[in-house]
């Protein structure tokens, strides 16, 4: 006789996660078999390909239109002259935000956040440089990523996956059973940390996953099948 189990599962959205999913599956028990529900967690590190630089340019004048105007051709500055080492208009960005501090009397004072994304890291010392030159100042400590962050995370659940399952092995063997198969699989959360320069990890992009899996176990040897009705 078997127990006839069928498993399904609402999609479920993890706030905070970069993509949560959930797999579902239908699956049928047959005699001896049991489920574990089991966590398992997976990171996966990758050096970041992209490195994202910022600063802020601060100008006071007598009106905010003229210290508007000095932000504006130090920004110039900064365009062509990190445009001369290969850092395109678009790789340079540009955000007004209010000022944190009042200038002197009679002033007016225009701050903008500069950003800029840069692909190849020898260069990054020449763009802090072109920055400076162009009265860009608070530069802060790089910040790292990479071009595919779903790739990163795909390897981690995976990772999380095999995590869990090395763990019903063990409770496998510990029980002379077996593992059967994986009939279920919640991701709990998932996401990214970007490591900044200074640290032992400068540079690492580190995607991590948790899930809870169910996996079937079984007996060694599966058991031999009932003779059907009226079989002598």
Excluded: C
């Excluded at 479920?12 to 089991?38: C, D, H, K």
């Excluded at 997976?42 to 004048?61: C, E, F, K, P, W």
């Excluded at 990163?152 to 995590?163: E, P």
């Excluded at 709990?188 to 640290?199: E, K, P, Q, R």
């Amino acid at each position: 006789m078997r127990n006839w189990i069928a498993l399904a599962l609402i999609a479920i959205s993890v706030p905070g996660a970069v993509s949560a999913q959930t797999v579902n599956y239908q699956t049928q028990l047959q005699i001896g078999e049991v489920v574990l529900n089991i966590a398992g967690s997976g990171s996966y590190t990758q050096r970041g390909n992209i490195i994202h630089l910022t600063g802020q340019m601060v100008s006071d004048a007598a009106s905010v239109i003229d210290a508007e105007a000095l932000n504006q051709q130090n920004f110039d500055m900064l365009v062509n002259s990190l445009g001369s080492i290969g850092i395109g208009p678009t790789q340079i960005r540009k955000l007004k935000i209010a000022p944190t501090s009042q200038p002197t009397a009679g002033q007016a004072r225009a701050v903008w956040q500069i950003y800029v994304e840069l692909y190849d890291q020898p260069r990054m010392a020449e763009v802090i440089s072109s920055m400076e030159g162009a009265e860009v100042r608070a530069i802060q400590p790089p910040r790292y990523d990479v071009n595919d962050r779903n790739e990163l995370l795909t390897f981690a659940r995976q990772r999380a996956i095999d995590d869990a399952r090395r763990q019903a092995e063990a409770y496998a063997t510990a029980l002379t059973m077996v593992v059967r198969r994986i009939v279920r699989v919640d991701e709990v959360s998932s996401g990214i940390a970007t490591t900044a320069g200074g640290g032992a990890q400068e540079g690492d992009v580190v995607a991590s996953a948790n899930v809870k899996v169910d996996i079937v176990l079984g007996p060694m040897f599966s058991p031999s099948p009932m003779p059907a009705p009226g079989t002598p």
